[in-house]
């Protein structure tokens, strides 16, 4: 608990804003809430600028929207229509939350920060969108709920990392970014395959009703 508690030192603090620009790609509500639960705990110390998450307030709507999004996150094309509508929030919620933990004494870290946060919700938001599309032409339902639950985990796993063992969450976050971006090469090619099979069918169906 101690080792929780005390986030003072700079790879510490490095590794909290990297772990919550990546997590707010995924899991934004989720980072907020259980960040802000664990300040209001007293389990971390959080730096100065991520303190706005541990009031009450913040608690009430984050809890909301993170009970919202767990199960939002495991309807089949819900889940894709989620993750689109978050495009325009994600990422730039990575970016303050990053600067929030960096930037309270420089301006200028504050926006490396951001730069550096904003990227990494990007990087992990696409990746997860391009997942679930793909994961979306399968019909059964099942496939959405590992993939999911595997989120879920993922997501607690990485910021308790990062709270904990710094140094490890490096590795862990190139080597997850590392995935991320081959999964993106990979899936995009795979969804194009069936965009133009899809494209196909249905010109070959309008052909067969003008013949």
Known sequence: MDALKHLVDTPQLLALAAALGWASGVRLYAAVFLVGAAGFMGWIDLPQGLKILQHPGV??????????????????????????????????????????????????????????????AATSHAAKLTTRAAVNTSPEPFSNIAVSLFEDGFVIFMLWLAATHPAIFAIALLLTLAVAVLLLIVLVKFLRIVLRKLSEFFAGQRSLQKG
């Open 59 to 120: 608690l009430a709507a984050s809890g909301f929207m993170f009970f919202v999004e767990f199960f939002a996150d495991k309807i089949p094309l819900v889940d894709s229509l989620w993750d689109m509508v978050h495009t325009v929030i994600r990422i730039p919620a990575g970016a303050a939350l990053a600067a929030g933990a960096l930037g309270a004494d420089s301006q200028a870290m504050g926006w490396v920060a951001a730069l550096l946060g904003g990227s990494l």
